[in-house]
């Protein structure tokens, strides 16, 4: 029994040994801590993603979405021969205000917002003086520069603008305000008398 004990020892004694043994515990120290500092990373990440999900159900609210967070149907494809285009502006007109824009779509059918993803189906936005077109299921935000048509409307009455230059965008996106891309955008580059 002595001798076990003392081979024990011996063993353990070496200085090497116990560096060894250092090292085996301030490694998974060091495994810790860089698990902790990823997880602080990703925790702020989920943080942003959070966020983003309140602004976007506080839009949904704006359309009298019935989103319950639960289910969301994929993006629809964009049908072939699809298009939106302004029916009266063309790029470089020049108009007086108000003016009564005409929105029409070819084989997209114009819907009500709110409703269930149909593919082939959507409604109009219109974006004034900013974006070119947004991403592919980006809901499309409400304020000024971004009108939603959530009732299927086919035209708008523009007012308001200062004379001068001015970029109108056509973007259609699916029941749940997501866009549909650039797929289906039509931009025209105005001057306001
Ligand atoms: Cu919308």
Same mark, same amino acid.
């Given at each position: 029994m002595y001798e076990l004990i003392r081979l024990d020892k011996a063993y353990l004694w070496p200085p090497k040994k116990i560096f060894i043994m250092k090292l085996r515990f301030f490694l998974p120290a060091i495994a810790l801590i860089v698990v902790a500092a990823c997880n602080s990373t990703s925790d702020k990440k989920d943080n942003k993603t959070d966020s983003t999900a309140t602004t976007q159900s506080h839009d949904s609210m704006n359309h009298n979405m019935n989103h319950t967070g639960i289910t969301v149907p994929a993006l629809p494809g964009i049908p072939m021969g699809a298009k939106v285009f302004f029916k009266n502006l063309k790029d470089g007109q020049t108009i007086t205000l108000p003016y009564k824009i005409e929105m029409g779509s070819e084989v997209m059918k114009v819907d009500t917002a709110g409703g269930p993803v149909t593919e082939g189906s959507g409604h109009h936005h219109l974006l004034i003086d900013a974006e070119d077109f947004l991403e592919a299921g980006t809901v499309v935000p409400t304020d000024s520069a971004h009108v939603h048509? @959530?009732? @299927?409307?086919?035209?708008y009455e523009l007012k308001g603008l200062k004379p001068g230059k001015h970029k109108l965008v056509l973007q259609m996106a699916d029941a749940l305000h997501r866009s549909y891309g650039q797929g289906l955008t039509a931009v025209v580059n105005i001057t306001v008398k």
């Open positions: 048509f @959530g009732k @299927g409307q086919t035209s």
